[in-house]
């Protein structure tokens, strides 16, 4: 009886993986190397193992793994951390992905490789492994540090620069005679899709999940899950996109659901026999007569990817306000590349715009700084304590200053508040509504012509129907009134004219009639076209505006209540005085705090750490009191440095209720700074006597004055004009100390 080759292969590719996977495991080395060793012993380059004899279908195993590590990449992903991770994280990865890019392309360049070549090179180079900086960090143990906080979101930011990398070299691969125009069209299209795919995943697909919800025993959710991502890809292949991109969006999507963890711990089996596999077929595409041949070339880009990413993150932290330990310690640790590099060294080979050699040199590339990883996340302090001793004084001092001076409390202007308001508002209604009327014309009009009625009847019910769908959101985009206190400040104060004001409000509406016009056009002339939709704006958002206004806050009541539905759990705020951060422990049942007061266990005497916050189950109480006792489980918001926090670390360890509901917002929590001056309310007052922790909710963790700094300051001590004092509090009633 015949074996099918495609089993048989597939058999040898576990085989061979699970062997290497073991070997790994006990000497201690990342899974991912051993699963690319396993490939080059399978693959059809070396003769003395069993070689693969159908690598078209392994290369069809191996796009479905890319599509399922994709799928839980995005599900580790959530755009939603994405706007959360602020503007150090941002600036930190764009500094980084900028300059690496060039210094991969200039790499190329200087070897005489061709532009194609040099991109992609780039790309290879810019971008860190998310999975291979986690397992590092657990191995480590420094998950807790402050510098863990800017490095996962650099990760994050990444992880959509790397999607967009995809996009743009695919375009750039396919019409390189007409490069320019096609990649803006490709980033405008890249942006349209992500907004209409996370406004409508996260308005249907949670409701969806919720509705079934008694329906769905782990098989059934394992099956829908598994349905969703393929049905994206799908869509995303349909409209002109990569398989990779429709499986991140939908694990993205997911990921903001109240079943995120459950549908990542049920695909984690599936993502890991079809990464392996993934991976395994990446290392059968190397040729060991090819590494050889190009040792000194690997040699350079891996000095490159080491030092480069090392000098770029420290640059992009210090740029966004780090401190100087913080900058070295993310660039130390994010020295690598991984997946996201193999996705992008793929798809240069599928293209076919890249030489064979560029390949194999990533991988190797890859391998070698993966091997690197822990060992320079360790001597992150050491190199550290290197540069405090050679940097000229004055330089670090200018360092902590602009560090300091970027963080705490900023005022926006009201004209930036409402502008800002106003362009996103625009921007997501602007995208709904182009989309129905894609739809209506596309499907809509020749559903309704083929099967209900004639044409000419059928036109008028088309356009009916299609704009009382989109009445809802033209009402939005222009009539609705944004950010009513900033334009109330701004129409009130006679210091600004209200011709701006009243611009806007024109152009909204011209642009709400421009949207009409335009569905119009597509049945009727334009003269007509553009009758109608004034006919139909003045009709439809003046007479029924108020029924408009209900359906449409309902409408944006779900969709925030689906938005918001799965907490953040873990994310604390990067606003932070000096080297102390917050992190959360939880108090397992055999520590020994349990049961005691906070006033007898006298952790901020004996560890310097404050406690400003407890969660127990439902119940949230911030900035506890001298007499709040601690029960097991309980999860304790503790700030103080590194050091302090993992010694007191120890007397914390336990497990961790993930699903707890909040009755106070934990994300209100964070830690601040004010300046007082001789008109602040508490000026001249003690901290004791201040009402600080009842105003506020918070507690004084440091104060800077005249250059010296306090930390955990005595609460007789009394406030004085030019102090800098930080608080961890609600971030709500912090700004009330400044009235």
Known sequence: MH?????????????????????????????????????????????????????????????????????SLGLEFSFKKLVKVGGSASITAIVKVGFLILAGYGMGKALGWSDMDGLFFGGILCISSTMITIKAFEELGIKHKKFAGLVFGVLIVEDLVAILLLVLFSTLAVSQQSAGYEMLFSILKLAFFLVLWFLAGIFLIPTFLKAT?????????????????LMMVLLA???????????????????????????????????DLFSAVFFVSVGMLIDPAMLVKHAGT????????????????????????????????????????????FIIATLGVTLKVTSDFLYPIAVAAAAATTFSTPYLIKLADPFYHFLQKILPKSWQDAIDRYSTGTEGITKL?????????????????????????????????PFIDENITLRTNGTIITV??????????LWALSIKRVRRTAYSHLWLNKKYTRGPLIAIEVCRIALGVFYVGFLMYQFFD????????LVLIILGMVIFSKKLQAFYDQLEKRFLLNLNAREAQNKQPEILPWDTHLADMVVAPESALVGKTLVELSVREKFGVNIALIERGKIMIPTPGRDERLYPNDKVLVIGTDDQLATVKELFEGGMDANAELSFPKEDMSLQKIIINSSSPVFNQSIRNSGIRETTQGLVVGIERAGERILNPDSNLIFENGDVVWIVGNNKKIPTLLK
Request: charged letters at 10%; one cysteine or more; aromatic letters at 10%.
């Open 464 to 473: 009916v129907v299609s704009f009382i769908i989109m009445a809802p959101f």
């Open 526 to 533: 334009t003269a007509i076209a553009i009758l109608i939709g």
């Open 213 to 229: 919800r008694k329906l769905m025993n782990d098989e059934t959710m394992l099956v829908v899950s598994l349905a969703l991502c």
């Open 413 to 445: 202007s009201d004209w930036k508040i409402l502008l800002s308001a106003y362009v996103f508002n625009t921007i997501v209604h602007s995208v709904i509504i182009i989309s129905i009327i894609f739809l209506v014309y596309r499907y809509l009009q």
């Open 298 to 341: 690997i040699a350079l880009a891996v000095s490159v990817i080491i030092f480069g990413k090392v000098i770029f993150t420290v640059l992009g932290a210090l740029l966004a306000g780090q401190p100087l330990k913080t900058s070295v310690q993310a660039g130390m640790s994010l020295a690598h590349i991984g997946e996201f590099s």
């Open 3 to 71: 074996l099918p080759d495609l089993i048989a292969d597939l058999g040898l590719i576990l085989a061979a993986a699970g062997i290497t996977t073991l070997i790994f495991k006990r000497i201690k080395q990342p899974i991912v190397l051993g699963y690319i060793l396993a490939g080059v012993m399978v693959g059809p380059y070396l003769d003395f193992f069993p070689s693969v004899s159908d690598s078209k279908s392994i290369n069809i195993w191996a796009e479905i793994g890319v599509i399922f590590l994709l799928f």
């Open 237 to 271: 292949v349909k409209v002109g996109f990569s398989p990779a991109l429709g499986a991140f969006i939908m694990g993205s999507i997911l990921a903001e659901t109240t079943q995120a963890e459950r549908i990542e711990h049920l695909t984690k089996s599936v993502k």
